[in-house]
T-cell receptor, first 112, second 114 residues
Framework: DAKTTQPNSMESNEEEPVHLPCNHS???????IHWYRQLPSQGPEYVIH???SNVNNRMASLAIAEDRKSSTLILHRATLRDAAVYYC?????????????FGGGTRLMVKP | GAGVSQSPSNKVTEKGKDVELRCDPI?????LYWYRQSLGQGLEFLIY????????KSGLPSDRFSAERTGGSVSTLTIQRTQQEDSAVYLC????????????FGPGTRLLVL
């Protein structure tokens, strides 16, 4: 599976936007970019995913670079509840087993 | 609707004992996954069930680990002769089973082997 690279940690102030970067320079043409997050003492939860076009949902936005070698998860107004580890994951169409391959993720800290 | 549930939420056992961890997936989800997360580490895939197909066991760390899924629903992960390095949070997830489908995770079972 193609690898992703994320900063270990980031800090944000409450009610400010947060941009979480992810590099995936070896992404293949059929790899989707998925984001999950894991709140403290909970299982991971789905945030958003996309292939080429930018995506928006109620939780976040996903901006995908034109060459698809990087992407950015955008939280428009961070809340204290958004403090979590955010994982950027590539999932190929032919991903045998369909399991998620988690890297180290980015630990987001939100300051009041 | 009900999400993925796991039991027990916490389990303390002695080294050498066997443990069973249970996962109840979301109704109608044909795919079921087990992952584990050691302290301060990322999630590691263990095993995957899809419908009636043979499970993908490629992530199991040793032959002390096994899992079954009865009737295409509930799954049990069994660890025999537990070791201290088995201490971790064991997470179960389920999905509709098709590619790119969202995986829904349970709260996990925190296992401590003394």
């Amino acid at each position: 599976d193609a690898k992703t690279t994320q900063p270990n940690s980031m800090e944000s102030n409450e009610e400010e936007p947060v941009h979480l970067p992810c590099n995936h320079s070896t992404i293949s043409g059929t790899d989707y970019i998925h984001w999950y997050r894991q709140l403290p003492s909970q299982g991971p939860e789905y945030v958003i995913h996309g292939l080429t076009s930018n995506v928006n949902n109620r939780m976040a936005s996903l901006a995908i670079a034109e060459d698809r070698k990087s992407s950015t998860l955008i939280l428009h107004r961070a809340t204290l509840r958004d403090a979590a580890v955010y994982y950027c994951i590539l999932r190929g169409l032919n991903n045998a087993g369909n399991m998620l391959t988690f890297g180290g993720g980015t630990r987001l800290m939100v300051k009041p | 609707g009900a999400g993925v549930s796991q039991s027990p939420s916490n389990k303390v056992t002695e080294k050498g004992k066997d443990v069973e961890l249970r996962c109840d997936p979301i109704s109608g989800h044909t795919a079921l996954y087990w992952y584990r997360q050691s302290l301060g580490q990322g999630l590691e895939f263990l095993i995957y069930f899809q419908g009636n197909s043979a499970p993908d066991k490629s992530g199991l760390p040793s032959d002390r680990f096994s899992a079954e899924r009865t009737g295409g629903s509930v799954s049990t992960l069994t660890i025999q002769r537990t070791q201290q390095e088995d201490s971790a949070v064991y997470l179960c997830a389920s999905s509709l089973g098709t590619e790119q489908e969202t995986q829904y995770f349970g709260p996990g079972t925190r296992l401590l082997v003394l």
